[in-house]
């Protein structure tokens, strides 16, 4: 089975399955009769507690966590960044950072701004430990379009990095990269052995689980959950992709950026 985070179809019946177990077949009538102590959709405590005399919060997260390692074999994830060239991604797949590829494609950006020696202290100046040779992708895409859109209007952290630290950069230094690429999310269907820290997923789905059942949403609530890879994500992985038109820039409080125009609405 595929486990896509934002459809609860794909994994609504695993958990539910689980608590049933767990807990008896009488938990979602619980839930439902108890909706007022159910007031956060990303806390599993408050309808944990309300079983604490059959199962600790602990035991039900726990076996969530196992009922997801078997019933889960891949996983949908996110991808985005603004590349010049997207069939590059299906030739090669989605690759980590290379600080030499990044860095020459910075003076290309920039040799007519800047020069020479302010590229190279730029280069100097940023920090690589944390950032070379690993990829990372997201379970939920929604919040590339209204949190973290500065990835698909400005590319990568380490370009936006190198960008604001030229000698003399403005905060409307870092517009030159717009002038490139075009902004895109990747559909990858990765292993489900990728992803760490189960038991925040467990908790995190557990909760959502609760809140739909107590107040009848349909929606999942939107998650930040991030799963770094040390290694290329092969091209064979990518599913799909798209391209948004209109994105809201951290960088600008939020403002709108339209893709197709190539402003601000």
């Known amino acids: 089975m595929i486990l896509d985070y934002k459809n609860a179809e794909t994994w609504d019946s695993v958990i539910s399955a689980k608590l049933t177990e767990v807990l008896g077949s009488s ?11 159910i007031l956060y959709r990303d806390c599993d405590w408050e309808g944990c507690d309300l079983f604490i005399k059959t199962a600790s919060r602990e035991l039900i997260r726990a076996s969530i966590v196992d ?11 996110y991808h985005a960044c603004r590349p010049t060239r997207i069939d590059d ?3 090669k797949g989605i690759m980590p950072l290379s600080p030499e590829s990044a860095q020459k494609q910075f ?20 920090r690589l430990d944390t950032r070379d040779y690993v990829t990372h992708v997201v379970l ?6 209204d949190t973290c859109g500065h990835y698909l209007i400005y590319g990568g952290e380490y370009q936006n990095c190198l960008t604001i630290n030229l000698p003399g950069a403005s905060e409307h230094t870092r517009d030159i990269l717009k002038q490139f690429g075009k902004a895109t999310v990747f559909i990858c269907c990765l292993s489900f052995s990728l992803v760490a820290e189960l038991e925040c997923l467990a908790s995190s789905m557990i909760a959502d689980h609760f809140f739909r ?4 949403h349909e929606s999942v609530w ?5 799963i770094t890879i040390e290694d290329t994500i092969p091209p064979e992985a990518i599913v799909g992709y798209y391209c948004p038109e209109k994105i809201k820039d951290p960088y600008k409080r939020h403002a709108i950026w339209n893709e197709i125009s190539m402003n601000y609405e």
């Open 107 to 126: 003076r290309e950006y920039f040799s007519s701004h800047a020069s020479e020696e302010e590229i190279k202290q730029a280069i100097k100046s940023v």
């Open 67 to 77: 009922a997801l390692k078997i019933s889960f074999k891949e996983v949908l994830a």
């Open 222 to 226: 939107e998650i930040d959950y991030t």
């Open 213 to 216: 059942l107590a107040h009848k």
């Open 140 to 145: 939920d895409d929604r919040g590339f379009i």
């Open 89 to 91: 991604y299906y030739e």
């Open 27 to 37: 938990y979602p009538e619980r839930i439902k009769g108890n909706s007022e102590k």
